[in-house]
């Protein structure tokens, strides 16, 4: 079974930064591409980022110049990396493992409060 645990999450000032980690199951980790989704209450959930088996990226407009996206196959872990945070950016984040039709396995989630 695919697990993937997302950690990182919290609450910080509009301008701050947070680092998201997502420990995935090895057996996965190093043969697919990884995303982060997010949802905010009473929206529809969105594509943040993806990175592919090989390292290319993705972004939505809305984080491009603020988030990266990277993996550590080491570590069986893809983080998002969060900077000039908005409170628009205010969601749960979730973790997931992308195909070529879009995710197949999804983290639990982790909440990320961005005050103004």
């Known amino acids: 079974q695919v697990q993937l645990v997302e950690s990182g999450g919290g609450l910080v000032q509009a301008g701050g930064s947070l680092r998201l980690s997502c420990a995935a199951s090895r057996s996965i980790f190093g043969s697919n591409a990884m995303g982060w989704y997010r949802q905010a209450p009473g929206q529809q959930r969105e594509l943040v980022a993806t990175i592919s088996s090989v390292g290319y990226t993705n972004y939505a407009d809305s984080v491009k110049g603020r988030f990266t996206i990277s993996r550590d196959s080491a570590k069986s872990t893809v983080y998002l990396q969060m900077n000039s945070l908005k409170p628009e950016d205010t969601a749960v984040y979730y973790c997931?493992?992308?195909?070529?039709?879009?995710?197949?396995?999804w983290g639990q989630g982790t909440q990320v409060t961005v005050s103004s």
């Open positions: 997931t493992v992308e195909t070529n039709l879009g995710p197949r396995y």
